[in-house]
């Protein structure tokens, strides 16, 4: 069955980094745009970020776009997300999520909390 | 970017009634709309695609319709496990975007 695990989340201070990884089973990760999306606690769903199959095409929210870094390596069915600069306002949890315009399967995702 | 504006934001209802929510888009993104489904503590599950198809292993009690900028999605019976957070998303446009939520709880 399709499964993705995201891991990476932890708590760092305003204008730290962490690198958050998504590994995937249960489908031909090549085969698909993958995507970060995230939630503020208690609040709706916010797109970070999607990548295209081969990696040539790739979009961010303007709320992330310099900061953040998607990436993805299909030999190791994995897709990453490299976050630089963090502020108070990206804590969240994030999912990594299969598909771009319509996102079907979604991991549990992986909590990020800026705080000093 | 294309604001989705959810109503109601809370919809109080007893297991067996009709549920009916409400997605309007600010500009017409003809029917590139997708429904999830929040349970507490649970990633969101697609549950309509294409504004009226069901993803797949979805029950068919859950329907949706529309095109251009209105759309509806219609819960026909309640089942204890349906009440949750519901959001739109369209994908007409990038950059896409969901809406803000409804919340169906129980009465």
């Known amino acids: 069955q399709v499964q993705l695990v995201e891991s990476g989340g932890g708590l760092v201070n305003p204008g730290g980094s962490l690198r958050l990884s998504c590994t995937v089973s249960g489908f031909t990760f090549s085969d698909y745009y993958m995507s970060w999306i995230r939630q503020a606690p208690g609040k709706g769903l916010e797109w970070v970020s999607f990548m295209s199959r081969g990696g040539n095409t790739i979009y961010y929210a303007d709320s992330v776009k310099g900061r953040f870094t998607i990436s993805r390596d299909n030999a190791k069915n994995s897709l990453f997300l490299q976050m630089n600069s963090l502020r108070v306002e990206d804590t969240a949890l994030y999912y990594c999520?299969?598909?771009?315009?319509?996102?079907?399967?979604w991991g549990q995702g992986t909590l990020v909390s800026v705080a000093s | 970017e294309i604001v989705l504006t959810q109503s109601p934001g809370t919809l109080s209802l007893s297991p067996g009634e009709r549920a009916t929510l409400s997605c309007r888009a600010s500009?017409?993104?003809?029917?590139?709309l997708a429904w999830y489904q929040q349970r507490p503590g649970q990633a969101p599950r697609l549950l309509i695609y294409d504004a009226s198809s069901r993803a797949t292993g979805i029950p068919d009690r859950f329907g949706g319709s529309g095109s251009g900028t209105d759309f509806t999605l219609t819960i026909s019976r309640l089942e204890p496990e349906d009440f949750a957070v519901y959001y739109c998303?369209?994908?007409?446009?990038?950059?896409?975007?969901f809406g803000q939520g409804t919340k169906l709880e129980i009465k």
């Open positions: 999520a299969r598909g771009s315009k319509i996102p079907d399967f």
């Open positions: 500009e017409s993104i003809t029917s590139s």
């Open positions: 998303q369209q994908y007409g446009y990038s950059p896409y975007t």
